[in-house]
């Protein structure tokens, strides 16, 4: 039987990457999205929604699927307050984990990012790490948790420091080897393409992949 899979995230670099395995994956006949503005895209098997993300719940039948992605996040850069910046990257994800468990979705699929620890003094790692485990206490069927390091690809706007960041690692790239390899920087394609195979596995409990094991 075909599933149905809800996407967040799918302007972002890597939810765009996901967006398009998952339109061209036989497993799915439908791939719906929530998205904050239009994005102008079309396709057979897309169903858009465009909604206000502090009232995700009004959308609730929208949920009702097999399995959900959520490659929501944000930057110091675009979001300086901290606590908008959390909503983001912890409260909308916890809100869609919520309104997913209601509906009984199989798999939940996050993007975390590497070094996450609620304990850590980094706002960033702090952040992530608070996220992960207010979303292992939820319950979910299968919870699978990405931890990507620095991620690449074709990303719309500029950002100087990722770039920067991109530019210094590939110069010194032989030396992620052995236990320095979860460091080298991912592709979005890869970190996209593991979340889709996860997803098929139909495993049940929480599974944590850092970068070295996507
Ligand atoms: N960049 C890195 O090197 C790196 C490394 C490790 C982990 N990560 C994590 O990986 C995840 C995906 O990263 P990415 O680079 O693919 O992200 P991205 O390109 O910045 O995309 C972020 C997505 O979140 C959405 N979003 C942001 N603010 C929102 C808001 N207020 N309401 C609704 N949606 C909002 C964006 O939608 P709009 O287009 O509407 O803004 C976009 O679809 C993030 O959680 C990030 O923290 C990133």
Redesign the pocket.
Known sequence: MKKRALLF???????GELLKYLLEADEYEQVAII???DLGLSHPKLLQVVAD?SVLSRHSDIFAVSDIFC?????ANKTRDKKEYKK??VD?PLEIARLAMDKQVQNFLV?S??GANKNSKVFYNRIKGLLEDQLIEIGLPALHIFR????TGA?KEFRLG?KAAIVLTRSFIFMFTGPLRKYRPIS?ETVAKSMYAAAQTNKKGVFIYNSNQI
């Open positions: 995230g799918a302007s972002g670099l890597v939810g998205v904050r503005k993300f490659c929501l996040g944000t930057t983001i990257d909308y993007v990012a590497m990507p390091s620095l991620l990303r990722e979005a």
